[in-house]
């Protein structure tokens, strides 16, 4: 069962719905989001504030989801990301900017790129009014993005990512959790141990004036060790935080990260994440429909693509058989970034299965381990009614 404090934590940042934005206060900050980094400022009573800290915005689903936990075996890479947010590799993902001058646009052009010399991804950037990533410029916002494919389930007139500020460490650094990447600070195996009555303490005051809840959230809780994959922890990651001495009991303060580091590069590119450069319609399995095909994850952090054709509108259902855990993907019509459903356990057991009705076109179904640590056989198969 998840810990309280978690649930009560995530709870408090529901305070004004998903897709309304929240007034700025006086200070010019927003409690749910504010800026990658953190730093210190001094007020008229010589006690230290807090500016610009970063959260990646959750989803209500998964705010109200309890996490399975595990003890996951040894032998992961380090940087963190949450389990079933990844795009399928090889995607091009498409990118508006909503707003921002020229010069914000060129800005973000030039540096976002950067994780896609080592992650098998693409950027787009265009006016395509059904782009996957709306970016924003909003100096009263602050920083912030979703996560991953969390990004598929907004409205589209609705912001994904905001710039309330521009250099090349909050550019690549909400980029990284556009592209499935969390905190490197809330890494199961981090090595922070935090002072959390001086956490709570400058956090609670100005400019943030958070609730001990949203600071549990927000920072001092770390993610359970099945919610995400790799759990080394990175001082060098270009997701971590600027720290004060202040804040933790153990190592100081964290330096502010301008550059992917050389993990950063490692873990995206690898297995774990977005291996190769293979666009995802080449290395797409085909099942007919009507048809079953037995599969196998057979290393850990693999996932498989399979593509079937509708060509006539019907209620179809994907569904995987045996004893292996599994989570499924949908998306098409003719697309592999256009997010139609998700499942994990809907179907027998552990078993994951999806029942849609679906127009005439190419789909794609993404079978992954839930367990990234693990491998095993099952069977795929796609039904017309």
């Not at 598929?152 to 592209?179: C, K, S, Y």
């Not at 770390?222 to 270009?238: C, E, H, L, R």
């Not at 950063?264 to 450069?277: H, L, N």
């Not at 293979?278 to 007919?288: F, G, L, V």
């Given at each position: 069962?998840?810990?309280?404090?978690?649930?009560?934590?995530?709870?408090?940042?529901?305070?004004?719905g998903?897709?309304?934005?929240?007034?700025?206060?006086k200070?010019?900050?927003?409690?749910?989001?504010?800026?990658?980094?953190?730093?210190?400022?001094?007020?008229?009573?010589?006690?230290p504030?807090?500016?610009?800290?970063?959260?990646?915005?959750?989803?209500?689903?998964?705010?109200?989801?309890?996490?399975?936990?595990?003890?996951?075996?040894?032998?992961?890479?380090?940087?963190?990301?949450?389990?079933?947010?990844?795009?399928?590799?090889?995607?091009?993902?498409?990118?508006?900017?909503?707003?921002?001058?020229?010069?914000?646009?060129?800005?973000?052009?030039?540096?976002?790129?950067?994780?896609?010399?080592?992650?098998?991804?693409?950027?787009?950037?265009?006016?395509?009014?059904?782009?996957?990533?709306?970016?924003?410029?909003?100096?009263?916002?602050?920083?912030?993005?979703?996560?991953?494919t969390?990004?598929?389930?907004?409205?589209?007139?609705?912001?994904?990512?905001?710039?309330?500020?521009?250099?090349?460490?909050?550019?690549?650094?909400?980029?990284?959790?556009?592209?499935?990447?969390?905190h490197?600070?809330?890494?199961?195996?981090?090595?922070?141990?935090?002072?959390?009555?001086?956490?709570?303490?400058?956090?609670?005051?100005?400019?943030?004036?958070w609730?001990?809840?949203?600071?549990?959230?927000?920072?001092?809780?770390?993610?359970?060790?099945?919610?995400?994959?790799?759990?080394?922890?990175?001082?060098?990651?270009?997701?971590?935080?600027?720290?004060?001495?202040?804040?933790?009991?153990?190592?100081?303060?964290?330096?502010?990260?301008?550059?992917?580091?050389?993990?950063?590069?490692?873990?995206?590119?690898?297995?774990?994440?977005?291996?190769?450069r293979?666009?995802?319609?080449?290395?797409?399995?085909?099942?007919?429909?009507?048809?079953?095909?037995?599969?196998?994850?057979?290393?850990a952090?693999?996932?498989?693509?399979?593509?079937?054709g509708?060509?006539?509108?019907?209620?179809?259902?994907?569904?995987t058989?045996?004893?292996?855990?599994?989570?499924?993907?949908?998306?098409?019509?003719?697309s592999?970034?256009?997010?139609?459903?998700?499942?994990?356990?809907?179907?027998?057991?552990?078993?994951?299965?999806?029942?849609?009705?679906?127009?005439?076109?190419?789909?794609?179904?993404?079978?992954?381990?839930?367990?990234?640590?693990?491998?095993?056989e099952?069977?795929?198969?796609?039904?017309?009614?």
């Amino acid at each position: 069962i998840a810990d309280a404090a978690i649930v009560a934590g995530v709870a408090g940042l529901l305070m004004d719905g998903l897709f309304e934005r929240r007034e700025a206060d006086k200070q010019g900050t927003w409690p749910g989001a504010a800026g990658r980094r953190l730093r210190t400022i001094r007020g008229n009573d010589d006690m230290p504030q807090t500016s610009k800290i970063c959260f990646d915005r959750v989803l209500p689903q998964d705010l109200r989801r309890l996490q399975r936990l595990a003890s996951l075996p040894g032998g992961r890479t380090r940087a963190i990301s949450p389990m079933g947010k990844q795009w399928i590799n090889g995607s091009t993902i498409r990118i508006r900017f909503m707003e921002g001058t020229q010069a914000q646009h060129d800005l973000v052009r030039d540096i976002a790129p950067l994780w896609t010399e080592h992650a098998n991804l693409n950027f787009e950037f265009g006016d395509d009014p059904t782009a996957q990533i709306r970016v924003t410029f909003d100096a009263d916002d602050g920083a912030w993005s979703y996560v991953g494919t969390d990004n598929l389930n907004l409205p589209l007139h609705a912001a994904t990512l905001n710039l309330g500020w521009q250099d090349r460490g909050v550019i690549l650094h909400e980029f990284g959790h556009m592209i499935g990447l969390s905190h490197e600070h809330q890494n199961p195996d981090g090595g922070i141990v935090w002072n959390e009555e001086a956490v709570i303490r400058d956090l609670k005051g100005r400019p943030n004036y958070w609730d001990e809840a949203t600071i549990r959230h927000n920072v001092l809780n770390k993610y359970a060790a099945d919610q995400v994959m790799g759990t080394n922890f990175d001082p060098q990651s270009i997701m971590l935080y600027e720290f004060p001495d202040s804040w933790t009991q153990n190592m100081g303060a964290t330096h502010e990260n301008d550059e992917l580091s050389s993990l950063d590069e490692m873990f995206v590119q690898s297995d774990r994440m977005y291996p190769g450069r293979q666009a995802p319609e080449d290395r797409a399995t085909d099942i007919p429909v009507a048809a079953a095909l037995a599969a196998e994850i057979s290393q850990a952090g693999e996932e498989d693509l399979y593509r079937f054709g509708v060509s006539t509108a019907a209620q179809h259902v994907i569904e995987t058989s045996g004893s292996t855990d599994v989570v499924m993907s949908l998306f098409g019509p003719d697309s592999v970034t256009n997010l139609l459903a998700q499942d994990d356990d809907g179907g027998s057991g552990t078993n994951a299965r999806i029942s849609a009705f679906l127009e005439p076109g190419s789909y794609y179904a993404r079978v992954r381990h839930y367990n990234p640590q693990s491998s095993g056989e099952y069977r795929i198969r796609v039904s017309a009614y």
